[in-house]
């Protein structure tokens, strides 16, 4: 945000922890007032929230499942009693597991579709039904597990594919509002969600590794910049794009 003079109110989902966390502290730290969204993480949303207003910054935790309505709208309600007219959009809440064909459930293709692709769509909408916007920049996160057709993350790697999809019509659709619509995809890094999976230490990870020209996996703090840009007044050009972070692997 560094050309731009505008203060921007941002809602980034899922920043209790991880790559939204980043990502919540990258905005912060380039002047916008930043919602960090949670689903069950009060205290990691609340840790995230005091290292923002360490530094200066502002932020309010607000805890909605990005998955329904009704939160979604109770979310926008409470960003803009705080901050305004929300301007920037990080939908970076996501679940993902890794199953072989054999082990996807009807349940399980709910709660990844309707947290990673019906999520981004509900917040689109809330970002787009506010009417006292100007220009407005929404970042989807998805996976560099789009390219690299993941194995045994078919179910993952449709839901986020169906991101990259939505990201570039979505772009088309409310361009002329001069809202953009955009979308990063990470490689393999270490997070409390990854760290769960089991990821650090095993042969996934010397395999991504090995795959990964710059010779390691992402942090957190690597996609925040790369965030804070396409947020920004400096990316004003760049629209339905689905952007590469991931070290070089492909
Ligand atoms: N880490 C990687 O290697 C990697 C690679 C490529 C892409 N990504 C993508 O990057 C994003 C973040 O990944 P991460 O590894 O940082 O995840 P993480 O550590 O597991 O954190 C997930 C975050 O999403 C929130 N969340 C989950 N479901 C939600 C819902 N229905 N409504 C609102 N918030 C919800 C969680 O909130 P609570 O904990 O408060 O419930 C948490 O803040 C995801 O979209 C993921 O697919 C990650």
């Given at each position: 945000?560094?050309?731009?003079?505008?203060?921007?109110?941002?809602?980034?989902?899922?920043?209790?922890?991880?790559?939204?966390?980043?990502?919540?502290?990258?905005?912060?730290?380039?002047?916008?007032?930043?919602?960090?969204?949670?689903?069950?993480?009060?205290?990691?949303?609340?840790?995230?929230?005091?290292?923002?207003?360490?530094?200066?910054?502002?932020?309010?935790?607000?805890?909605?499942?990005?998955?329904?309505?009704?939160?979604?709208?109770?979310?926008?309600?409470?960003?803009?009693?705080?901050?305004?007219?929300?301007?920037?959009?990080?939908?970076?809440?996501?679940?993902?597991?890794?199953?072989?064909?054999?082990?996807?459930?009807?349940?399980?293709?709910?709660?990844?579709?309707?947290?990673?692709?019906?999520?981004?769509i509900?917040t689109t909408q809330?970002l787009?039904?506010?009417?006292?916007?100007?220009?407005?920049?929404?970042?989807?996160?998805?996976?560099?597990?789009?390219?690299?057709?993941?194995?045994?993350?078919?179910?993952?790697?449709?839901?986020?594919?169906?991101?990259?999809?939505?990201?570039?019509?979505a772009?088309?659709?409310?361009?002329?509002?001069?809202?953009?619509?955009?979308?990063?995809?990470?490689?393999?890094?270490?997070?409390?969600?990854?760290?769960?999976?089991?990821?650090?230490?095993?042969?996934?990870?010397?395999?991504?590794?090995?795959?990964?020209?710059?010779?390691?996996?992402?942090?957190?703090?690597?996609?925040?910049?790369?965030?804070?840009?396409?947020?920004?007044?400096?990316?004003?050009?760049?629209?339905?794009?689905?952007?590469?972070?991931?070290?070089?692997?492909?």
């Open positions: 945000m560094s050309t731009s003079s505008k203060a921007r109110t941002a809602i980034v989902t899922g920043a209790s922890k991880g790559i939204g966390a980043g990502i919540a502290k990258a905005l912060a730290g380039a002047g916008a007032a930043v919602v960090v969204n949670y689903r069950e993480d009060e205290e990691g949303a609340e840790r995230v929230v005091a290292a923002i207003t360490a530094e200066g910054g502002r932020a309010l935790a607000v805890r909605a499942d990005v998955a329904g309505g009704d939160d979604v709208r109770r979310l926008f309600d409470r960003a803009r009693e705080e901050f305004g007219p929300v301007d920037v959009l990080v939908n970076n809440a996501g679940v993902a597991t890794f199953a072989p064909l054999s082990g996807i459930t009807e349940e399980e293709f709910q709660r990844q579709m309707s947290t990673n692709l019906l999520g981004t509900l809330a787009a039904a506010q009417d006292d916007i100007g220009s407005a920049s929404i970042v989807n996160v998805s996976t560099a597990g789009t390219l690299t057709h993941l194995v045994y993350a078919s179910l993952y790697v449709a839901s986020k594919s169906a991101v990259n999809a939505f990201t570039v019509v772009a088309k659709e409310l361009g002329p509002r001069g809202i953009r619509v955009n979308a990063i995809m990470p490689g393999p890094s270490d997070t409390e969600g990854t760290r769960a999976m089991g990821f650090p230490g095993s042969a996934q990870e010397a395999q991504a590794v090995a795959g990964t020209p710059l010779g390691r996996t992402g942090t957190p703090a690597d996609y925040g910049p790369l965030v804070a840009f396409l947020a920004s007044d400096d990316a004003r050009w760049i629209t339905g794009d689905v952007i590469l972070a991931s070290g070089g692997m492909r």
